[in-house]
């Protein structure tokens, strides 16, 4: 079976060669108990060849003038991470129960569950912080170029991806089932009933039916966290295949470096 | 046909190909056909009409406005609720048609701009939308703001003494009726060819 390459793992921190004339070939049970992630790790790898791809995803090259603004994709899929994970919780808590109950368990997480107010405050706040970074990504990728070929496709998931938060957030809004949640929607589909020709039938779909009904709030409650939940995260996976497939763009204030030979011929 | 079988029209690779797509069609649509017609079911089931009595007949004079609360949609409690203003008919002012159906305005506190709740400023004699500055008058017709038609209404009918509200009809500017309209949907002008009838909404 063929090695594997050696990670590229920093000279301090690889082990030692044995010395000649230690060890007697014999492996000492401490050698058995060090040895034990790699042995694991390389049983998985062996029967799935996993490192390739997590090496391919994880040490790729990146060009020279890389900075700060280049995490904001990053940030994003954290914040998205963060909201899946405390939206799993609260929907323990939540019942979307347009008479009474659905705004008296948003109450009784706020005000009674351990840490609830904490948790559903990082679901409110980080809405916000999501939005937020989703657009200073996009101004990241148009004002450094990065959209043009061959990233035209990624930018294509990317929109659809701000779609697809914008509909969390509009589905999101109405769970809380206050007055102002209440209103908001009520204008929000009214909003989208006012497109030409389809208009009427959007606004029909999402109220499931012509006026606001008994499941309308169950049908924003599914939407938010089942369906989109779902196509987003399969999004993100495919646009950060794109990412490592294509690579990062340089700064657009970096020039390219003219091949040495070239230049001499020039000149 | 080149590399079928003697007496064989497909070859056999091609056909197990286009049968396998087939059954994976034929499996696939057959959850996903239902599912869609599940969820865009509701787009084409027609409401109920119903009556709900608001109060004596005596109740409601012909220059002023009674608010009054009718349930829209039963089964959600306070959600399913909205106010209606109910006043008299009064022929010195009222210049729509007068027939059985019209004994009594009701008028619709769903703004014809995006549907927030107007309210009635009786120093003012105007409706006043809280969300984005609609006005209207007493006869419910657009005097300010964004809305593009007048209030809609509903129809009512007095039983054994009492007002009873019916189903929603809109308006356009000269108070003729029209079938039940969304909010930001407009009756007179271009505007009105830019938004079809829906089974949910019919023609009354």
Redesign the interface.
């Given at each position: 079976m063929p090695k594997l390459p050696a990670p590229p793992v920093p000279a301090p921190l690889k082990a030692p060669p044995a010395r000649p004339g230690e060890g007697n070939g014999k492996v000492a049970p401490v050698d058995h108990g060090r040895n034990a992630g790699v042995a694991v790790v390389d049983w998985v790898d062996e029967r799935t060849s996993l490192s390739g791809g997590a090496r391919w995803l994880m040490f790729r090259k990146v060009p020279k003038g890389t900075n700060w603004f280049y995490t904001l994709g990053s940030a994003t899929m954290f914040a998205f991470l963060s909201q899946a994970v405390t939206g799993v919780f609260l929907a323990m808590y939540y019942r979307p129960d347009?008479?009474?109950g659905a705004y008296e368990s948003i109450r009784h997480v706020t005000n009674e569950v351990f840490l609830g107010q904490f948790v559903r405050g990082m679901h409110k706040w980080g809405s916000s912080v999501m939005v937020i970074l989703v657009f200073l990504h996009m101004g990241r990728t148009f004002f450094f170029g990065a959209y043009k070929y061959p990233r035209e496709l990624n930018w294509v998931i990317g929109v659809v991806l701000l779609i697809l938060t914008m509909l969390m957030s509009f589905t999101g809004y109405l769970l809380p089932?206050d007055q102002r949640a209440?209103?908001a929607t009520?204008?929000g589909?009214?909003?989208n009933?006012?497109g030409?020709?389809l208009?009427?039938?959007l606004?029909?779909?999402l109220?499931?039916?012509?006026?606001?009904?008994?499941?309308t709030l169950s049908r924003f409650y599914a939407i938010h966290m089942l369906l989109v939940p779902g196509a987003i995260a399969a999004l993100i996976g495919a646009h950060l295949y794109l990412v490592t497939k294509l690579g990062t763009t340089a700064p657009p204030w970096l020039k390219a470096e003219k091949d040495p030979e070239l230049r001499k011929a020039e000149a | 046909m080149p590399g079928a079988f003697e007496g064989e029209t497909v070859t056999r690779r091609r056909f197990m190909n286009i049968g396998g797509q087939a059954a994976g069609g034929i499996a696939a649509a057959s959850f996903l056909l239902p599912a869609l017609g599940f969820a865009i079911g509701p787009i084409f089931k027609e409401a109920p009409h119903t009556w709900e009595t608001v109060g004596p007949i005596g109740d409601f004079p012909d220059n002023n406005y009674i608010p009054t609360v009718i349930t829209i949609t039963p089964g959600v409690g306070e959600a399913g609720k909205t106010t209606v203003y109910v006043r008299k008919r009064n022929p010195a002012i009222d210049t729509d048609r007068a027939d059985r159906d019209a004994a009594f305005i009701a008028i619709s506190t769903r703004c014809a701009h995006l549907g927030c709740p107007v309210r009635w400023v009786g120093a003012a004699e105007r409706f006043i939308c809280p969300c984005h500055g609609g006005v209207y008058d007493l006869l419910g017709r657009r005097v300010g703001g964004p809305p593009v038609r007048p209030l809609d209404r509903f129809y009512t009918r007095v039983r054994e003494g009492y007002v009873q509200i019916g189903p929603r009809y809109s308006v356009n500017s000269e108070l003729e009726r029209f079938s039940p309209r969304d909010p930001g949907e407009p009756i007179d002008g271009l505007g009105q060819y830019a938004y079809p009838s829906r089974p949910s909404a019919r023609k009354l």
């Open positions: 347009p008479s009474g089932f209440y209103w009520i204008v589909t009214n909003i009933g006012t030409p020709l208009g009427p039938y606004s029909d779909f109220r499931a039916g012509p006026e606001f009904g008994a499941t | -």
